[in-house]
């Protein structure tokens, strides 16, 4: 069974910073292109960034380059998300999610391409 568990959000003031975590498990995790998403209140489902199964290779939404890093340790089945000079905008509920990799031109920026998700963690950026 499949289990993506998300950790690390809370309430921060604009232009602090949030470290996120996902733990995986019940998959090969060294396989698998691992994504963060964002979902605002009242919003759709939103790609933040992804990160290849090596994690030589890394894409970012225009709103979270230069100010959001993905990260990934494979011995330790966990990607990270760290962000930096975080905005209201940035409040969202932030997931994890994974898919098997394979070979092809682009990212996968939809939602609906990954079919393992976490439950999501919290993220509140007050002004």
């Known amino acids: 069974q499949v289990q993506l568990v998300e950790s690390g959000g809370g309430l921060v003031q604009a232009g602090g910073s949030l470290r996120l975590s996902c733990a995986a498990s019940?998959?090969?995790?060294?396989?698998?292109?691992m994504g963060w998403f964002r979902q605002a209140p009242g919003k759709e489902r939103e790609f933040v960034t992804a990160?290849?199964?090596?994690?030589?290779?890394?894409y970012y939404s225009d709103s979270a380059k230069g100010r959001f890093t993905i990260s990934r340790d494979n011995a330790k089945n966990t990607v990270s998300l760290q962000m930096n000079v975080l905005k209201p905008e940035d409040t969202a509920v932030y997931y994890c999610?994974?898919?098997?990799?394979?070979?092809?031109?682009?990212?996968?920026?939809?939602?609906?391409?990954?079919?393992?998700w976490g439950q999501g963690t919290r993220v509140t950026v007050s002004s």
């Open positions: 990160i290849s199964p090596g994690g030589g290779s890394t």
């Open positions: 019940g998959l090969t995790f060294t396989s698998c292109t």
């Open positions: 999610a994974a898919r098997y990799f394979q070979a092809r031109e682009g990212w996968w920026l939809n939602g609906n391409e990954y079919p393992y």
